[in-house]
């Protein structure tokens, strides 16, 4: 089945620790997306990218950086986590941009101890 | 910036019909999409609405209201698995979502 694969589904790092969550998806889709979620909290948007060209939110902060080299995979990169940074990361997918509605991956619970 | 407003929180009984009510900023409006969220699980799509009025869907309806900047999904016959987190998001002029919080379905038989 096509979908949206997210690895690894629970990660633990330390304080500091760089950690890298990916993304892989089997929808042929030109955009994705990467969220940050805390619990009860709405969907933070991160970065998007239409194809290869990559968008950046105003208020991400420097410490998240992102790659998407082809079409099938993205990843994040958090060089240097802090306990604020625990949450969940939902990558998404869509057809368009915004034009459709965003598949989600299973999302990755990132643990920062 | 916009603002989703949705409630935090509503209880209903298994069986009955329950109405989620959002309202979002009208400005730069380009779309209305409701998803559900289990618990620790991620999103998933449930309506869309660019138009005025009512679009069912099985046992969920969605409605808009543009002139108003409001929107509800409406939920029948309630079942214990649609106990969730029901979230509200705009899309804006740039093809952005702009996500509300969620509302917190609790079901009890």
């Known amino acids: 089945d096509a979908m949206v694969i997210q690895n690894p589904r629970y990660q633990v790092t330390q304080f500091g620790k760089p950690v890298t969550l990916s993304c892989s998806q089997t929808?042929?889709?030109?955009?994705m997306y990467w969220y940050q979620q805390k619990s009860s909290q709405a969907p933070k948007l991160l970065f998007h990218y239409y194809d290869k060209d990559f968008n950046n939110e105003a208020d991400t902060p420097d410490n998240f950086q992102s790659r998407r080299p082809n079409t099938s995979f993205c990843f994040l990169d958090i060089r240097s986590p802090g306990l604020g940074d625990a949450a969940m990361y939902l990558c998404a997918t869509s057809r368009r941009d915004g034009a459709y509605e965003q598949y989600f991956g299973p999302g990755t619970r990132l643990t920062v101890t | 910036g916009q603002n989703i407003d949705q409630p935090t929180e509503m209880t209903a009984t298994e069986g009955a019909i329950v109405q989620i009510n959002c309202t979002y900023q009208t400005s730069g409006f380009n779309g209305l999409f409701w998803y559900q969220q289990h618990a620790g699980e991620a999103p998933t799509f449930l309506s869309y609405n660019v138009l005025d009025g009512l679009e069912e869907k099985g046992r969920f309806s969605s409605f808009l209201s543009r002139s108003k900047g409001y929107s509800y999904l409406l939920l029948k016959e309630l079942q214990m698995k649609d106990s969730a987190s029901y979230l509200c998001a705009e899309r804006d002029s740039n093809y952005q979502l702009i996500w509300g919080a969620g509302t917190k379905l609790i079901i009890k038989p």
């Open positions: 929808l042929n889709h030109n955009v």
